[in-house]
């Protein structure tokens, strides 16, 4: 079956560290998303990726990196520099990013919580 | 920037008709409507490209006011399984947001039997 999947599902990390989540898609979807859920704000947009080898700045990028090598997959790095990376995590896809057909397929998530 | 949602929360009664909203301060080209269940990821309801259109889906349609940048949620006659945080998601019309779709801030639903 075709989906989304993202690991590791839950992660527990130090401050100052950085750590990788990951994104793979078997849709063939063009488009990529990272999203940050936390209670109360919805989901908010990190990065979005149109087609491999781009991708833009969503709405709370700061403190977080991503890169698109590869159709499949869209990794997102949080980096030490987020200064409060506690939260819940979704990545999602869509056939493309053409407004209409950007209907999203989300992923199951992954909890990061920093100790 | 963020549409925003309102109620936050809402408890019905199984049989009972909710009505969700959701506002930007931006034109907008389209809205779409998603549920997440409690430890799920979220799942597409609908889509709307057009002011004024309206689509349903079972007992769940919603509408859309392109002039006043609005869309509503109509859920009636609610089920158990309706349960679950309901999120309005918009893309702006022209400018550089092209295929950027940005969610409001959820409406929590509650339905007892």
């Known amino acids: 079956d075709g989906g989304i999947t993202q690991s590791p599902k839950y992660l527990f990390r130090k401050e100052g560290q950085n750590v990788t989540l990951s994104c793979e898609q078997n849709?063939?979807?063009?488009?990529m998303y990272w999203y940050r859920q936390d209670p109360g704000q919805g989901l908010r947009l990190i990065y979005y990726s149109q087609i491999v080898n781009d991708f833009q700045k969503g709405d709370i990028a700061e403190g977080y990196s991503v890169s698109r090598e590869k159709k499949e997959s869209f990794p997102l790095t949080v980096t030490s520099a987020q200064k409060n990376p506690t939260a819940f995590y979704l990545c999602?896809?869509?056939?493309?990013?053409?407004?209409?057909?950007?209907?999203?397929?989300f992923g199951a998530g992954s909890r990061l919580t920093v100790l | 920037q963020q549409p925003v949602q309102s109620p936050q929360a809402v408890i019905l009664r199984e049989g009972e008709d909710a009505v969700i909203n959701c506002s930007s301060s931006?034109?907008?080209?389209?809205v779409h409507w998603y549920r997440q269940k409690h430890g799920e990821a979220p799942v597409f309801l609908m889509i709307l490209l057009k002011g004024g259109e309206q689509k349903g889906h079972d007992k769940i349609s919603a509408s859309f006011n392109e002039k006043k940048q609005q869309s509503s949620l109509y859920l009636t006659a609610s089920q158990l399984s309706y349960s679950g945080t309901y999120f309005c998601?918009?893309?702006?019309?022209?400018?550089?947001?092209?295929?950027?779709?940005?969610f409001g801030q959820g409406t929590i639903l509650t339905v007892h039997p």
């Open positions: 998601g918009t893309v702006n019309a022209g400018g550089t947001s092209y295929g950027k779709l940005t």
């Open positions: 931006k034109a907008l080209y389209s």
């Open positions: 849709l063939n979807h063009d488009a």
């Open positions: 999602a896809s869509s056939r493309d990013s053409t407004p209409g057909a950007n209907v999203l397929t």
